[in-house]
């Protein structure tokens, strides 16, 4: 289920500014609809706010979450300084189980990689970002369910040399899609749209009246 943003009182594509209509065309022309993040079950709601601004600052246009123990954080009204409003202009979708969402991405072409320090995990260096991928994290104590691991493609780490074998799950979520960012930036899918003209006007008279 998709979540909708109210639209703000009296805004629409022709009364914003020639400047905020540049600035949103702009980054919609950057969005990457085949680049996702999933959340399972992470109960902190300054991370899964910190996770929506670092998808939306490179160019993530949905992330999925699947609650199914924990209860969803209201990101309206917690996270907000963490967030800076990127609720706003990542959508969000919410799934029942971990299989109904996997499904969706499978069915939509992604392959899923469920984020797991262990020595069968692939490493994150040796993941292609290029092609559609979608990115599980799990809660904070107990990561990713045995539920995703047995349904997602593929478990990936991310490389550490240090005594400590773990990174917040934030901070997780922003080293892995900054290097999907960085493969994407050089096989220059943010050189040209990704997202065709009908769907660019649709989402940008939304956007208008945010």
């Not at 040796?126 to 799990?138: K, N, R, Y």
Request: charge should be positive.
């Amino acid at each position: 289920m998709e979540e909708k943003q109210p639209a703000k009182k009296g805004r629409s594509l022709e009364t914003i500014s020639v400047r905020r209509r540049a600035k949103l065309e702009a980054v919609l022309r950057k969005r990457q609809p085949d680049l996702t993040i999933v959340i399972e079950n992470i109960w902190d709601p300054h991370n899964v706010a910190a996770i929506l601004r670092t998808a939306d600052a490179v160019g993530i246009a949905r992330i999925h979450l699947v609650y199914t123990i924990e209860d969803p954080p209201d990101l309206r009204r917690k996270g907000k300084q963490s967030s800076a409003s990127a609720n706003k202009w990542v959508d969000i979708v919410r799934h029942r189980t971990m299989r109904e969402c996997i499904d969706v991405l499978h069915g939509e072409g992604f392959r899923v990689y469920a984020s797991r320090l262990g020595t069968s995990s692939l490493s994150l260096f040796d993941i292609d970002a290029t092609h559609p991928s979608a990115f599980v994290f799990g809660n904070e104590h107990r990561g990713v369910s045995d539920e995703c691991l047995a349904l997602a493609d593929t478990a990936y780490m991310i490389p550490m040399a240090g005594m400590i074998q773990s990174l917040n799950v934030s901070v997780a979520a922003a080293v892995t899609v900054y290097e999907a960012f960085r493969q994407r930036t050089r096989a220059g899918f943010y050189d040209a749209p990704r997202l065709d003209e009908a769907t660019i006007r649709e989402r940008l008279e939304v956007w208008a009246r945010r």
